[in-house]
C-alpha cells in the first residue's frame, strides 16, 4: 500500500506541474479544470476494537469541473490486516461562503481481500481553504461494503487535506482569470455611478 500511495503521489506531482500552468483560458468558463489532492492521514471508524482495527486512510487524485471534483481513491481501512481498497469518487461544492464550502460526496470502488468486496460511499466535508490551493477540513459519512454472503456498514470520521484551486461563490475556481473578471466588474460598477 505504501508503495502504491507514493507511486500516485508522484505520478500527480509530474501531472500537476505539466498542467497548472495551463489551467487558464483568456474568458471565464464554468468548464475550467484543474487537478487537485485530497488525503485523510487520520480517520475512523464506529468499529468495535483496537484502534488500529479502526483507522481509515486514503489519498484521492483527480480533476476538477467547476463545483465539481472526480477522482480516483486509495485507502485503507485498518492498520491490522492488509484490507485494501480503490474507489471512483465524485465531489460537489454544495455550499460556499467566502473561505468555507460543504461539500457532498458519493462513490463506488472495490475492497480487495475481503469477502464484502463492492464498496458505496456517501460522505459530506467541511472544507476551510487557507490559502489560494491548500485547505483543509473535516469529513463524515458511511461507507457500504456488499458481498455474496454478508454485509458490513461503516460510519466514519476523519480530517483531511487538499490541494488544488480555490473555487468562487459562485463555484467557479478562483485564479488569474476570476481575477481579471473582478476587475472587469469593479470597472463597470465604477462606471455607473
Not at 505539466?18 to 485523510?40: A, E, G, H, P, V
Not at 468495535?48 to 465539481?68: C, D, V, Y
Not at 480530517?159 to 485564479?175: A, D, H, K, N, P
Request: aromatic share 14%; glycine share 10%; net charge positive.
Amino acid at each position: 500500500m505504501k508503495n502504491t500511495v507514493l507511486t500516485f503521489i508522484v505520478l500527480f506531482t509530474f501531472l500537476s506541474k505539466k498542467s497548472f500552468s495551463q489551467i487558464f483560458s483568456k474568458d471565464f468558463d464554468s468548464t475550467d479544470k484543474s487537478f487537485y489532492s485530497r488525503i485523510t492521514p487520520i480517520g475512523t471508524s464506529n468499529d468495535a476494537g483496537k484502534f488500529s482495527s479502526r483507522i481509515i486512510q486514503n489519498f484521492e487524485i483527480g480533476k476538477t469541473f467547476g463545483p465539481l471534483d472526480i477522482g480516483i481513491a486509495f485507502g485503507r481501512f485498518s492498520n491490522a490486516d492488509s484490507t485494501n481498497f480503490a474507489q471512483l469518487r465524485t465531489t460537489f461544492d454544495a455550499t460556499q461562503l467566502g473561505v468555507f464550502s460543504s461539500e457532498f460526496t458519493l462513490g463506488v470502488g472495490k475492497v480487495f481481500n475481503s469477502n464484502t468486496p463492492l464498496m458505496f460511499e456517501i460522505s459530506t466535508t467541511l472544507l476551510a481553504q487557507f490559502t489560494k490551493k491548500i485547505g483543509a477540513g473535516a469529513v463524515f459519512g458511511s461507507y457500504d461494503l456488499i458481498g455474496e454472503s454478508a454485509q458490513n456498514y461503516k460510519t466514519f470520521y476523519g480530517l483531511f487535506l487538499r490541494y488544488g484551486l480555490m473555487r468562487s461563490e459562485s463555484g467557479g475556481l478562483v485564479g488569474r482569470v476570476s481575477k481579471r473578471l473582478g476587475r472587469r466588474t469593479a470597472k463597470r460598477r465604477k462606471a455607473r455611478f
